[in-house]
């Protein structure tokens, strides 16, 4: 069987309209610490605790982020109704709670509105 190609995700692009307000907001209210940094590109590597970082990348185009069409990153977490306290706690903008047969879930947004996701799978 040949070798694959592809070796999993290394990082996930969020793009951002300031570099700096982000980068603060990513670290106090979702705890991710800053790994690289290029400030001739306005670009900032998180790292998530996992293997996949994700990447702040600063734009002068306007950010236009739907629910129903854009791609996002999806959080693991033990806790969700927790986690999604948490967030309110901090004063982040999150949506209602969702629960089904497999996760419980919930979606919340940082200063562009780029949707995040947080999700807790049932044992």
């Known amino acids: 069987m040949p070798k694959p190609i592809l070796q999993g995700i ?3 692009i969020v ?5 700096n307000q982000s980068k603060l907001w990513y670290q106090e209210k979702l705890g991710l610490q800053p790994v690289y940094e290029d400030p001739k590109i ?3 590597v998180m790292d998530t605790n996992s293997p996949t970082s ?4 600063q734009t002068a185009n306007p ?3 739907n629910r129903e069409t ?3 990153p999806i ?3 033990l806790d969700a109704k927790t986690a999604r306290q948490n967030l309110l706690d901090k ?8 629960n089904d047969e497999v996760i419980k879930y919930f979606q919340f947004f940082d200063p562009d509105n780029n949707v995040l996701e947080a999700c807790e799978v049932h044992n």
């Open 10 to 12: 290394d990082t996930i």
């Open 42 to 44: 306005n670009l900032v």
């Open 91 to 98: 004063g982040v903008n999150v949506s209602g709670l969702i």
């Open 63 to 65: 950010i236009q982020n």
């Open 75 to 77: 959080f693991r977490t």
């Open 54 to 57: 994700l990447t702040l990348w």
């Open 70 to 72: 854009t791609s996002y």
């Open 15 to 19: 793009r951002v309209s300031d570099i």
